[in-house]
């Protein structure tokens, strides 16, 4: 098992990279070993195109209603190996796709990255996490610093531009209600709708 492909509900999942910018406080790679059906999101080695596509065969796509990226890892820092799969998938399958991001995928690859997506994600999912920047900072600790939460809120707002489904998240009972009107008001500013998703720990 490479742990490449999992399901979760009715979807099935890519881990693509252990790599990540951040060390967020609350994330479950300190904690958990897997996630949905999974043995292990640990990857042994990056995979190539060639191994995904392999990976692919093993399941029965009629079973499922959406291709994500989301894994042990931030799946931007892959993005061309994403943008080759994602195509594969829509012109093998046409799933609707999503990538679960952190948003930082422009710092990550040193340009806005969002025209790239257009035509091959259908949602881009976010974690907004915090609507102040000092606290994103402590939960988030990326390595690109201070310019961090600016970043992920344009490339959200890029996003929108290209991508039809755009939603930036916060966990359930992490927030006070004030904070979540203020998460929800980014939000419509940006274009974006407002996620607040069921705390997974
Ligand atoms: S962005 Fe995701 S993978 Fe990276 S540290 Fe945070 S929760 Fe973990």
């Given at each position: 098992m490479n742990n490449i492909l999992y399901k979760v509900h009715d979807n099935l999942y890519v881990n693509?990279?252990?790599?990540?910018p951040c060390a967020c406080t609350f994330c479950l790679r300190q904690t958990m070993d897997?996630?949905?059906?999974?043995?292990?999101?640990?990857?042994r080695e990056e995979p190539d195109f060639e191994t995904v596509a392999a990976e692919f065969?093993?399941?029965?796509?009629?079973?499922?209603?959406e291709v994500v990226f989301c894994g042990?890892?931030?799946p931007t820092e892959r993005l061309d190996l994403l943008l080759r799969v994602a195509k594969y998938v829509k012109e093998t399958w046409g799933k609707p796709v999503r990538i679960n991001t952190n948003g930082l995928g422009a710092l990550i690859n040193g340009?806005?990255?969002?025209?790239?997506?257009e035509g091959l994600a259908d949602t881009v999912s976010i974690s907004?996490?915090?609507?102040?920047k000092d606290a994103y900072l402590k939960l988030?600790?990326?390595?690109?610093?201070?310019q961090s939460f600016d970043a992920m809120l344009s490339f959200a707002k890029e996003c929108v531009r290209y991508v039809p489904n755009v939603v930036l998240t916060t966990v359930d009972t992490t927030l006070t209600k004030e904070q979540e009107a203020r998460c929800a008001e980014l939000c419509r500013a940006i274009g974006a709708k407002y996620r607040i998703r069921a705390w997974e720990g």
């Open positions: 693509l990279t252990n790599r990540c897997r996630v949905g059906e999974s043995d292990s999101l640990w990857l065969g093993r399941f029965d796509m009629d079973a499922f209603r042990f890892g931030e340009r806005d990255i969002a025209p790239e997506l907004l996490n915090t609507p102040d988030v600790r990326p390595k690109f610093g201070e």
